[in-house]
């Protein structure tokens, strides 16, 4: 796992002012074990290009793709170069205060180029991002701060859960951008 900054606060703030005025699905309503409830959460979903369609396979089902504006692949060329890594695509998650919340879970890895992770980009309030090990419980607790990615190589996610815990005393909102590199499909 690395903790790699990315952004300094300037550019963070400037960032976070753009994705925060972008459309999302906030609270988006689905079935689970019978009751109706509601992600804890907003969602978007962007792609390199139009050769790029996944599902997040997330709960509520997977926001529409949208091809990267300029800003969202200058984002992802950036984290690419920082990172030596080959993302191209982009699970936006807004969380308006301390409520929003994900909790624990594996990312489903259906679509992922193979022996690839996943990295997450914060922008906006510092929260808790949360890693419990499979083996033996370890829970490490992460201040995922504004401008700051965690990336998690293959296989940290097979042998691990992540989660960013509800937080009522924050007040201020937070998004995350969770990049992975998906298989591209020519349409012919």
Known sequence: MEFVKIYDEEDADKILRFLLDRNYEYHKPYMRFGKMVKVPRGQASY???????????????S???EVMCDKFKDITARVNEKL???YNTILMNVYKDGKDCIGAHKDKEVGWVEGT???TLAFGATRKFNIVKD???I?????HKSG???NMPNPLNQNNTHAVPSQPRVK???VSLTFREIISSLIV
């Open 139 to 143: 829970l490490t607790s992460i201040p």
């Open 84 to 86: 030596g890594t080959n």
């Open 117 to 119: 992770g996943f990295a």
């Open 47 to 61: 792609t390199l290009n139009e050769n790029i369609h996944y599902d997040y396979g997330v709960s509520g089902g």
């Open 135 to 137: 083996e033996d419980e």
């Open 148 to 150: 700051w990615v965690i």
């Open 172 to 174: 201020e909102p937070r």
């Open 63 to 65: 926001p529409v793709n």
